[in-house]
């Protein structure tokens, strides 16, 4: 697959085929992801693939943390999205959980049928593999922009097996759970998680109309007239 298609193409999928991801599928995609560029060529990245039996074990100790401390709860020292978002974020944010509502049917006021939507991320909305995404603390918060292009590198990569990927920051909430089944030690941040696997095309969360600001809104141009 081109670049270009591969981006072109790219969703944050949140319904995923019943059809597993092979351990040597996820190993190509990484092995070709570590080429990603980092500050002094750190690669601060340490990234734990579940599946099978570990993936289901996280599944569980998950929601049961979640259960217990509820997300958002609990705040985190890099929380994402932060509490004082300010517009335009704050009305992005909001336009993009409206998307998605709309598509499931669920009403927004709904809060039970929110919740459970939202409880879908500790599924990986379904899909076989999971990533888990953890930096040394040491490292942060400069490090983490390193991260997220690692984390940018897979989800495109992953194109070319004809997979999909969603990004998923609400593990960051559940970090106590995912360090006691994958054993993370504590100076360690767990900072994101990626759902990997073949996506659901007909499945309603897939099919979002999620929009972008052009170019002129977020970009200065400089003496390109000169
Ligand atoms: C760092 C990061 C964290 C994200 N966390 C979540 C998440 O926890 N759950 C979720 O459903 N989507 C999550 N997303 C997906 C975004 O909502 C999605 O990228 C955005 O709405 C744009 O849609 P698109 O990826 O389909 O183009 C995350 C994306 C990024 C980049």
Do not use: Y
């Given at each position: 697959m081109e670049l270009l298609d591969a981006i072109s193409t790219r969703i944050s999928a949140r319904g995923f085929l019943d059809r597993p991801v092979s351990r040597e599928t996820v190993h190509k995609i990484l092995d070709l992801a570590r080429q990603a560029p980092s500050g002094s060529n750190m690669q601060p990245w340490q990234i734990h693939a579940v599946t099978g039996k570990v993936r289901a074990e996280l599944i569980e100790k998950a929601l049961a943390y979640a259960a217990e401390h509820?997300?958002?709860?609990v705040p985190q020292e890099y929380q994402a999205p932060p509490k004082n978002i300010v517009r335009p974020y704050k009305t992005r944010r909001f336009e993009c959980g409206v998307a998605l509502y709309n598509a499931l049917g669920?009403?927004?006021?709904d809060k039970p049928a929110r919740e459970k939507q939202l409880l879908q991320n500790f599924y990986f909305f379904g899909a076989p593999v999971g990533l888990i995404f953890s930096i040394h603390k040491?490292?942060?918060?400069?490090?983490l922009g390193d991260l997220g292009i690692m984390m940018a590198h897979v989800m495109l990569i992953a194109r070319e097996f004809g997979l999909q990927t969603c990004s998923q920051g609400f593990w960051q909430d559940v970090q106590p759970a995912i360090r006691d089944v994958l054993?993370?030690?504590?100076?360690?941040y767990i900072y994101n998680g990626i759902a990997l696997g073949y996506a659901d095309?007909?499945?309603?969360?897939?099919?979002l109309e999620i929009t972008r600001e052009p170019v002129e809104v977020f970009t200065t141009f400089s003496g390109f007239e000169e």
């Open positions: 509820p997300v958002g709860s669920i009403d927004r006021k040491s490292l942060l918060p400069g490090q054993d993370i030690p504590e100076d360690f095309k007909s499945h309603p969360a897939n099919n």
